[in-house]
């Protein structure tokens, strides 16, 4: 089946809200078969997730409140692109930002589209070793505790219902796919 078969065009949208780090618009669109529906949609920048390796085999983790879901999450670093910004320098900015230090050697994991139903959101995957300590730099409203992981942990933890954030579980597969090579 070809694939512009499903394709839908969007005939208006409207703004129903503008902020800092999303928008959210009203689209009226035209399906394949000619029928109109409503899509809402949730714009996002795009954003990265960084698994930073240790000497040791342990990966850095950043454990935060995420105000959506009520809860603590444990992930591996990630931050937002600022516009026009291209992942890899997001990664490398992040990656300090969050942990202090630098990585290098840098593997492109590929990408994942968290929320495709509403949500225009990609992040970019990346995988480095550890450099060198700059120290943290963390926004002014970002409040984490940083902490380390074998991926043989990191996979019992995820089996175990204990990591649901998207990002971790899709890297950490990923990582473990690319070890075994």
């Known amino acids: 089946m070809d694939r512009r078969e499903f394709e839908e065009k969007q005939l208006d ?6 902020g800092a780090v999303i928008n959210v618009r009203r689209d009226r669109a035209l399906l394949p078969d000619g029928q109109e529906a409503m899509r809402e949609v949730v714009e996002h920048p ?34 937002k692109k600022e516009p026009g910004e291209d992942p890899l320098t997001t990664a490398k900015r992040e990656i300090i930002e969050e942990t202090g230090w630098s990585g290098k050697d840098y593997e492109y994991l590929g990408e994942l589209v968290p929320t495709g139903a509403y949500d225009s959101e990609r992040i970019a995957m990346y995988y480095a070793k550890k450099d060198e300590y700059h120290g ?4 002014k409203d970002e409040h984490l505790n940083l902490t380390k992981m074998t991926l043989d942990e990191l996979i019992a933890d995820i089996v175990a219902g204990k990591i649901p954030d998207a990002k971790t579980v899709a890297m950490v597969f990923l990582l473990k796919e690319r070890k075994k090579g």
């Open 13 to 18: 949208s409207e703004y129903l809200y503008k």
């Open 46 to 79: 795009g954003g990265v997730g960084i698994a930073l390796e240790d000497e040791d085999g342990t990966f850095f983790l950043v454990e935060q409140w995420r105000y959506a879901q009520s809860e603590v999450l444990l992930e591996f670093p990630a931050g």
């Open 136 to 139: 943290q730099h963390l926004d």
